[in-house]
């Protein structure tokens, strides 16, 4: 089945500088990989998601990039702010996978004022 | 629309006891899941569905049961609860497939003693 690490298990920065994690996948075949984010207490929500037919893809101030051959994937956040604490994580999954999303162990982010 | 809804929000058991989650959708989608998140380990999937009368297992199945006889609920039974089972369940939704967008319920917090 499918492996997803998730790096770095805690990230903090500064208000304002960026914010990268970093995920890695086993199965070549996995098409799809969304970002959650989840606030505290709160239920995850997806954020941005790239499919295997784009290298990149940007929403405002998050991006996403996919290297299939490495078999990794990241999400960029600029211009970082203190909403963007929180934990997020990211999944892979492949159509014809038997319909299973996994999921990384998640990155508490904390931006510091 | 009220999205993705769980009941109940709490619940304590005792080793042994059995209960029912119950999770709901009114926007008509095909896919559901349930999902536990545990400190450190993600969200893991336990059940998925496909659509009405159809239900296969995730990564954790082990003393858990599914059923879905309508495209709006998926109940997950806890056949003879155990400490291990302490964690919070999320329900999740999504339109067709699971490449698309997952809404997640806003979760039960399971206390096992």
């Known amino acids: 089945g499918e492996n997803v690490e998730q790096h770095p298990s805690t990230l903090s920065v500064q208000e304002g500088d960026s914010a990268v994690i970093k995920c890695t996948y086993s199965?070549?075949?996995?098409?799809?990989f969304p970002w959650y984010k989840q606030e505290l207490g709160k239920r995850p929500q997806l954020i941005i998601d790239?499919?295997?037919?784009?290298g990149e893809k940007k929403d405002q101030r998050i991006a996403v990039t996919l290297n299939k051959t490495a078999k990794h994937f990241s999400l960029h956040i600029t211009e970082t702010q203190p909403e963007d604490s929180a934990v997020y994580f990211c999944?892979?999954?492949?159509?014809?996978?038997?319909?299973?999303?996994?999921f990384g162990t998640g990155t508490q982010l904390k931006v510091e004022l | 629309n009220a999205g993705v809804t769980q009941t109940p929000k709490f619940q304590v058991l005792k080793t042994g006891q059995s209960m029912t989650l119950q999770c709901a959708q009114d926007?008509?989608?095909?896919?559901m899941s349930w999902y536990r998140q545990d400190p450190g380990m993600g969200l893991r999937l336990i059940h998925y569905?496909?659509?009405?009368?159809?239900?296969d297992q995730g990564e954790v199945p082990n003393g858990y049961n599914v059923s879905r006889s309508t495209t709006e609920d998926f109940p997950l039974r806890l056949l003879s609860a155990a400490p291990s089972q302490t964690s919070v369940y999320f329900c999740?939704?999504?339109?067709?497939?699971?490449?698309?967008?997952?809404?997640f319920g806003p979760g039960t917090r399971l206390t096992v003693l």
């Open positions: 926007m008509n989608h095909e896919y």
């Open positions: 999944a892979a999954s492949f159509t014809g996978g038997g319909n299973k999303l996994t």
């Open positions: 790239i499919r295997s037919n784009v």
């Open positions: 569905s496909v659509g009405a009368g159809i239900t």
């Open positions: 999740a939704s999504s339109r067709d497939r699971v490449v698309d967008e997952q809404f």
């Open positions: 199965d070549s075949a996995s098409n799809y």
